[in-house]
């Protein structure tokens, strides 16, 4: 197939300009083709030379007169024309093409693109295209709605133009349509070559917006149905563990809780629970704003694993969580007599050693821990469920590993980055959803303040009223890279400002990225204890931690975050009954304060993160820590979110379908090809 034939096969394309594209991503004819153009200037309307206004940028169609060449400098050549309109005169100037005097003799009709400008009373055009009016030429630099690319060193825009057009000519007779007759019907979408051709040369303005949703529709169509053949290739042949549907011990721990459930979290339960229970593996996703309390529907779910025999093992991300888990894990569970064990990196050798023995032996039915799960070392007797928390922190390869130390276990992902529903379908189609949108209650939203430098010494003496009360606060000194000793220096400097100018009255603490475990753990006690009233710390993960005393949280350089960060920050604190404050300190400009002033009228995790994506786009919102974010060709997100929930319903159907028909053939292809290129 002529798509997948090198770029270096076309005319005009020899070696050094294969290469060049390569930097671009393209490689084959179809990545060629599937280049899109980033911007399209409108050249239709053809201007009389005699009607061009000084300034104006204008497309105008002459006959070439005359040429003269001169150099106005060492080096810098000004090739210029005289050139006739169907009314009066002008010229037209390039710099160092001397060439185009014997590609455009004189006589030769041409349209010309550029600024105007006068000189002795007749108009001057600074040409930035043109297109001589030869026989066979296509028209494509100007006199029409002309593509621009992204380019690279060494390319330009003429020839890029040139060469896809050639391209779109030469898979004219051999181009696949991949959507099936039946679809394309169904939304009246124009057909596969058409919609290249207008993506690259538009007819007009409704030409392009056609082509844009066909190509569109097919992408995210194409990546639907990636995800659904992954997700049925994971069932394949795989049986997964049907967990009993008795509920005695899940229920006797929904009793013996402190709280009833909110409806959320028993919604969500029930979900997981059925789906537990079904024979088919569980490929679930728990969402929930920071605070809606997961973690006792987590509990719960491995309660039900256990209850049938089965072990279960949650993993979190750093020790501080783990840790945490652990000991949540292990009260929650107390009533019950389950007992709960914590392996970490720092766990002692002949602590880890008893661990190990009882996992493999069944003896230990529940273990939380970090990365330590993985090794290679840690077997299990019959892991029956797998809880990930906070799973953007792991590549999909970790989650898997765990997996693998069981027969095709349940996995139960948890995530508190309030993902759009629309983002998560995409990015975690092969998943199921259950969301949490709902805090328990009695909870005090977080009076938050973006304050200035001017405005600290307030922000302080609320805080040290508040520790007066008897509760705690957080400064947090963000860490913005993985590799930021600015910020532990930061830190490290505002917790000796804090302890001895500011509040040299009470113990603060310090915790940070390049502490030892074992440090950090005792310090992250010392401050669940209350010993610690201050905790000044650089990262989101160390804070990631329930310490219902702390009221009051203190952001340095805040605009420096995104929304859906800072959120997550603040969801620290407010977790009691008592009131809380955030502060956002900044010195930002006013664009940043007003954006950062969404999170002081705004509680929602949801509408958060929806406004922080709206203003920085799905790159800069996920960052570049957490993969698995598709890249579309066309397709932006969360904008084309309607075109997606339809792909998304439409590859369900075509999945579901006894027997693919051959009309489904390419499409299924497509998907396959898609499917190949993807890291799960
Ligand atoms: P997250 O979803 O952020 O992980 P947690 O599971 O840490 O939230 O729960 C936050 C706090 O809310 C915990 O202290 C937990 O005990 C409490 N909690 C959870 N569910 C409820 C509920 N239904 N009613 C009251 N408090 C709850
Ligand atoms: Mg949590």
Known sequence: MILDHPVATLKYVGHQRAARLSRLG?????????????????????????????GEVVTVQVTIRAWEEREVRPRLRLIRALIQGRQGTGFAVWFNQPYLKRQMPPGTGVILTGKVRYRDYRPEIQVSDYEALGEGDPGLHTGRIVPFYALTAGL??????????????????????????????????????????????????????????RLKYEELLIWELGLNLHRVQQEQGRQGIAHTPANNLVNRLVDSLPFKLTSAQARALAEILADMEAPRPMARLLQGDVGSGKTVVAAAAMVKAVAGGWQAALMAPTEVLAEQHGRTLGQLLAPLRLPVVTLTGSTPRTERENILAGLASGQLPLVVGTHALIQDDVSFKSLGLVVIDEQHRFGVDQRAALQTKGECPDLLVMTATPIPRTLALAIYGDLDISV????????????????????????????????????????????IDANDGVAVEAATAMARKLQEEVFPGYPVGLVHGRLRPAEKEEVMNAFREGKIAILVATTVVEVGVDVPNATVMLIEGAERLGLAQLHQLRGRVGRGTAAAYCFLVTRGSQ??????????????????????????????????????????????????????????????????????????????????????GLHF
């Open 436 to 479: 949490l949108d709902e805090l328990p209650p009695g909870r005090q939203p977080v009076a938050t303040y973006v304050i200035t430098e001017k405005q600290r010494p307030r922000a302080y003496r609320l805080i040290e009223r508040e520790i007066r009360a008897g509760h705690q606060a957080y400064v947090i000194c963000p860490i």
């Open 26 to 54: 393209i490689q084959t004819v179809g990545d060629l083709l599937w280049h899109f153009p980033r911007r399209y200037e409108d050249r239709r309307q053809l201007k009389d030379l005699a009607a061009v206004a000084p």
């Open 156 to 213: 330009s825009q003429r020839w890029l133009r040139l060469v896809i057009h050639l391209a779109l000519e030469a898979v004219a007779g051999d181009l696949p349509e991949v959507l099936p007759l039946s679809l394309c019907r169904r939304y009246r979408l124009i057909p596969r070559l058409q919609a290249l051709k207008y993506i690259h040369f538009p007819p007009d303005a409704a030409g392009l917006h056609q082509a844009r949703r």
């Open 591 to 676: 664009a940043a304060r007003e954006r950062l002033a969404i999170l002081t009228t705004n509680r929602d995790g949801f509408a958060i993160a929806e406004a922080d994506l709206r203003l920085r786009g799905p790159g800069e919102f996920f960052g570049t820590r957490q993969h698995g974010l598709p890249e579309f060709h066309l397709a932006q997100l969360p904008g084309d979110s309607h075109i997606l929930e339809q792909a998304r319903q439409d590859a369900r159907e075509i999945c579901r379908q006894e027997g693919p028909s051959l009309e489904y053939e390419a499409l299924y292809q497509a998907a396959r090809e898609k499917l190949a």
